[in-house]
């Protein structure tokens, strides 16, 4: 079993005065084990959790891309989340194998800045596309006579250049909010930058300014999640006056989809985020953490390629393409 080993370094105690900025040049990150064949299994474990949601997001993005009969609104926003779960893998999982590989615990300054405002660039982004996803639904089923004029090429652009240019606003201000306060240690209880175990360092009042940001995204982020639950409720009533029959299984097979995301996502995330981090690392914590980081963008692929019919014959066909103009550079 792979047990959790807790960071030590020069820097770090539980009383000592704030550490000048400029002379903090790094943090050290949790480590997963100071046993060398479990950092080993580490590395090898979430290499292959890493290659397949990026494989799998890619190869979404390409089929949606490369097929014009899947231009439409409904799937322009999934590729959106497929680039959304490619760059939240991306900004931990590297960090975290490399350093297992190395036997190493340590990231830069610039480092954990970047792991956090690009962290929480990507969950905001996540969030709001679940919700513009849940929008485009909703008028689909329940107001289709209008769903063109309302949801179309403009429109869709618009909504996401908005989602993408709010949840950059909320990754700077969280990483502002986080990092305006000086640091005791630089030793983080977690196998990243995470923000609650940051401002667990925190040595002077100013990390009451992200507290009161993380109060904000929390209201933020509920209200997306109700307006979400509300409208899957409009469309349940909505679906369930269709005949039975093909209509009906359609309905449900592109709304499952986004309330599964969904509830894993904010059930892990929220206690990540909004409830005290502990002094001493938590397996539950940590296990929480690598679910929202980790089976959302794993998941993505797997439930939108296996239950979209029409998703899953653009991407047999993009393959086999594939598999066809490799065939016919080997063959003379």
């Not at 290659?51 to 799998?56: F, M, N, R, S, Y």
């Not at 047999?316 to 063959?331: D, E, S, T």
Request: neutral net charge; glycine residues 4%; contains cysteine.
């Amino acid at each position: 079993m792979i047990g959790f080993h807790e960071p030590t370094g020069s820097l770090y105690a539980e009383e000592q005065s704030p550490i000048n900025k400029s002379s903090l040049s790094e943090f050290l990150l949790l480590q997963f084990s100071d046993v060398r064949e479990l950092q080993i299994l580490h590395f090898i474990v979430f290499l292959i959790f890493y290659l397949t949601a990026v494989t799998g997001n890619l190869l979404i993005v390409s089929t949606i891309v490369s097929d014009y009969h899947l231009h439409t609104p409904m799937y322009f926003f999934l590729m959106n989340l497929a680039i959304q779960d490619v760059g939240q893998i991306s900004v931990i999982l590297p960090v975290s194998m490399v350093n297992s590989l190395r036997n190493d615990s340590h990231i830069s300054y610039s480092g954990c800045v970047a792991q956090v405002l690009f962290n929480v660039f990507f969950l905001a982004s996540n969030c709001s596309l679940l919700t513009v996803m849940a929008c485009d639904r909703y008028v689909a089923i329940c107001k289709p006579l209008q769903y063109e004029t309302l949801v179309n090429k403009y429109a869709c652009f618009q909504m996401v250049t908005a989602v993408w240019i709010i949840s950059l606003f909320y990754g700077v201000l969280h990483t502002i909010g986080t990092f305006v306060s000086p640091f005791c240690s630089n030793s983080v209880n977690q196998f990243f930058c995470e923000i609650p175990h940051l401002l667990k360092l925190a040595c002077s009042n100013l990390y009451l300014i992200e507290i009161a940001i993380l109060l904000l995204s929390a209201v933020v982020a509920m209200s997306c999640f109700v307006f979400i639950v509300v409208s899957y409720m409009y469309i349940l009533t909505t679906v369930m006056r269709f005949p039975a029959g093909q209509g009906r299984k359609r309905a449900f097979s592109t709304c499952l989809p986004h309330l599964s995301v969904l509830s894993v996502f904010v059930f892990t995330s929220y206690p990540s985020y909004f409830k005290s981090a502990s002094d001493s690392p938590s397996s539950l914590d940590l296990s929480l953490t690598m679910i929202y980081t980790m089976v959302p963008p794993l998941m993505n692929p797997l439930i939108y390629s296996l239950r979209n019919r029409e998703l899953k014959s653009a991407l047999k066909n993009l393959l086999g393409l594939k598999f066809f103009l490799v065939n016919r550079k080997i063959l003379p």
